[in-house]
T-cell receptor, first 114, second 115 residues
Framework: AQSVAQPEDQVNVAEGNPLTVKCTYSVSGNPYLFWYVQYPNRGLQFLLKYITGDNLVKGSYGFEAEFNKSQTSFHLKKPSALVSDSALYFCAVRGDNYGQNFVFGPGTRLSVLP | EAGVTQFPSHSVIEKGQTVTLRCDPISGHDNLYWYRRVMGKEIKFLLH????????ESGMPNNRFLAERTGGTYSTLKVQPAELEDSGVYFC?????????????FGPGTRLTVT
């Protein structure tokens, strides 16, 4: 069965410091991995994805994520956090077999402190 | 282009009542999905339409939930009768047909509160 774990409910980081939001997954077949962000009173906004190719993928707003197959992880990173990055972040995975659906993690709330 | 829209943004109903949620996908998107997030937990898949056909409804919790997508445009999700455990945020997402395995575009969600 597919599953996603986001081990931290909350991540606090000072503005200007690097941030990491962790995600590990379990999936049948090759993984398709995604990060979404939800700002207050808004829908989920796509940040970045890994389908194939380079393990380091770059996305919107300066975010990047590294796919690590051996550790089944896809951690979200940003070199320098902004207060405006404060939001709820969701990791999602689906297998590459037709018919598999998105499975989301429980979300991690990121607070960037000024 | 306009994004995915959902109506209403918030609904408060009593146990036993009926509620209908609406989703308007991005124009031209054949794939339409419904998800639910309950009590701060993970977002869970409910069902998937391709045009007007239900491709996968394995995530629908029980027969109190009925989803339709007549004409392959907007979709409705009806809960009848509503129970307390149905409270949560219901998200709709859409994607083009050729992006079946790719990212989905989400609406703002409908927050349903059953009292």
């Amino acid at each position: 069965a597919q599953s996603v774990a986001q081990p931290e409910d909350q991540v606090n980081v000072a503005e200007g410091n690097p941030l990491t939001v962790k995600c590990t997954y379990s999936v049948s077949g090759n993984p398709y991995l995604f990060w979404y962000v939800q700002y207050p009173n808004r829908g989920l906004q796509f940040l970045l994805k890994y389908i194939t190719g380079d393990n380091l993928v770059k996305g919107s707003y300066g975010f990047e994520a590294e796919f690590n197959k051996s550790q089944t992880s896809f951690h979200l990173k940003k070199p320098s956090a902004l207060v405006s990055d404060s939001a709820l972040y969701f990791c999602a995975v689906r297998g590459d077999n037709y018919g598999q659906n998105f499975v989301f993690g429980p979300g991690t709330r990121l607070s960037v402190l000024p | 282009e306009a994004g995915v829209t959902q109506f209403p943004s918030h609904s408060v109903i009593e146990k036993g009542q009926t509620v209908t949620l609406r989703c308007d996908p991005i124009s031209g998107h054949d794939n339409l999905y419904w998800y639910r997030r309950v009590m701060g937990k993970e977002i869970k898949f409910l069902l998937h339409f391709v045009k007007e056909s239900k491709q996968d409804e394995s995530g629908m919790p029980n027969n109190r939930f009925l989803a339709e997508r007549t004409g392959g445009t907007y979709s409705t999700l009806k809960v009848q009768p509503a129970e307390l455990e149905d409270s949560g945020v219901y998200f709709c997402a859409s994607s083009p047909f050729w992006k079946l395995m790719d990212e989905q575009y989400f609406g703002p969600g409908t927050r349903l509160t059953v009292t």
